[in-house]
């Protein structure tokens, strides 16, 4: 460029090289000048509009991070009421629970109570109960030991009794096998045993009528009642069988008509009055020989001989007798057995009724049958 506008007049102004260079020098500086400002300035105009949108982004970053704060204090207030709500609930729920657990508590403690009184109450009656159920057992165990010892009394002399017209009748009917035994009559009180005497082609030789007596003393009112009874049945002869004999006879005699004689030498006797009875049946049929054979009876019973084999078998029946004695003692044992085994259960209900009154106390009261004679109750240390 070879002239410049004059920038006063507008005009075209020629220059140097020299000026040129240095106009082109200013020029450019100018330029570069106007340039670092507009460099600066938009520089400037990018840190403002930086710095603006990293302050927008700040703010909008600083304000969603405040909203979201925000969000996040309303979630924790929301979840902390809820939080609070939750154990509020808790707690009610807990408290009601606690409410009804005292109630059911309280309703068990009732009921507890209740079964308890009702238990209490069942007890004394099952005790009252038991101790009735005790005293009549006690009752009916004494009652029946005095029946069975009384009865035991009673009985034994008629059931001994018995015992001895079955063993008397089974010895006759072993004895004397030919001979006939006949049910005593009716009207006949005092008769045992009617025996009818046979011999082996079963023609009678006349009869014996046997009364068994098992009392303590002798009664001389058995002889004529026996006696009646014979003339009623017609019999030979009358035998009395018993334990006591009368004042001074020691095996047999004939008192009043009647023989009276022990059990021990009633087969004896039989089997001389039986041969007796024979030999008059026989003496009978024939008469020339009656006083002979009478004789011969008379002079064999009264003998030593007759004597010597009574005498033995008197012997042998004592043997006898003293099994027979063994056997007594024997079944007295056994009674007195029992009677220890029913003392011993009185006393076993003794002590179980100790027991349950140390349970129940005063709610059971002491029996009667378990009172000391001055009436005052056993202490319940004495019964434990």
């Known amino acids: 460029m070879d002239h410049v506008l004059c920038p006063h007049c507008g005009k075209k102004v020629e220059i140097s090289e020299a000026i040129k260079h240095q106009v082109e020098t200013v020029i450019l500086t100018a330029e570069k000048e106007k340039h670092k400002e507009e460099i600066e300035r938009i520089k400037i105009e990018i840190e403002e509009k930086t710095t603006k949108r990293i302050k927008e982004d700040l703010d909008f970053k600083l304000k969603d991070s405040s909203n979201e704060l925000e969000e996040k204090n309303k979630r924790n207030k929301e979840l902390q009421e809820k939080l609070l709500e939750l154990n509020k609930s808790l707690r009610e729920a807990k408290e009601s629970s606690e409410k009804k657990d005292l109630e059911n508590q309280k309703k068990m403690y009732e009921e507890l109570e209740k079964t308890k ?70 009207g006949i009180e005092g008769a045992d045993i009617w025996q009818k005497v046979k011999n082996s082609h079963g023609q009678s030789a006349g009869s014996i009528v046997w009364e068994i007596k098992r009392t303590k003393a002798f009664s001389k009112g058995w002889l004529p009642k026996l006696r009646d009874d014979a003339r009623k049945i017609n019999a030979s002869e009358s035998i009395l069988v018993t334990d006591v004999m009368p004042d001074g006879v020691k095996h047999y005699s004939r008192i009043s008509g009647v023989w009276v004689v022990t059990f021990e030498d009633s087969i004896v006797l039989a089997t001389t009055l039986r041969y007796s009875l024979m030999q008059v049946a026989i003496a009978k049929s024939a008469a020339s020989h009656e006083d002979e054979k009478l004789q011969e009876i008379y002079d064999y019973i009264t003998s030593e001989a007759f004597r010597h084999k009574v005498e033995a078998h008197f012997e042998s029946v004592k043997y006898l007798k003293e099994d027979l004695e063994g056997e007594k003692r024997s079944m007295e044992r056994i009674w007195k057995k029992r009677e220890v085994q029913i003392q011993r259960l009185d006393r076993s209900m003794s002590q179980m009724f100790g027991e349950i009154q140390g349970i129940a106390r005063e709610a059971l009261l002491t029996p009667k049958a378990l009172e000391i004679e001055s009436g005052e109750k056993i202490e319940q240390e004495e019964l434990l």
């Open 117 to 186: 009184d009702e238990m209490s109450k069942t007890i004394t009656e099952k005790a009252r109960l038991k101790e009735l159920e005790l005293e009549k057992k006690l009752s009916d165990t004494q009652k029946a030991l005095e029946d069975a010892q009384r009865k035991s009394r009673q009985g034994s002399q008629q059931l001994q009794g018995e015992v001895l017209e079955l063993d008397l009748e089974n010895q006759l009917k072993s004895a004397f096998t030919f001979d006939e035994f006949l049910p005593i009559p009716k």
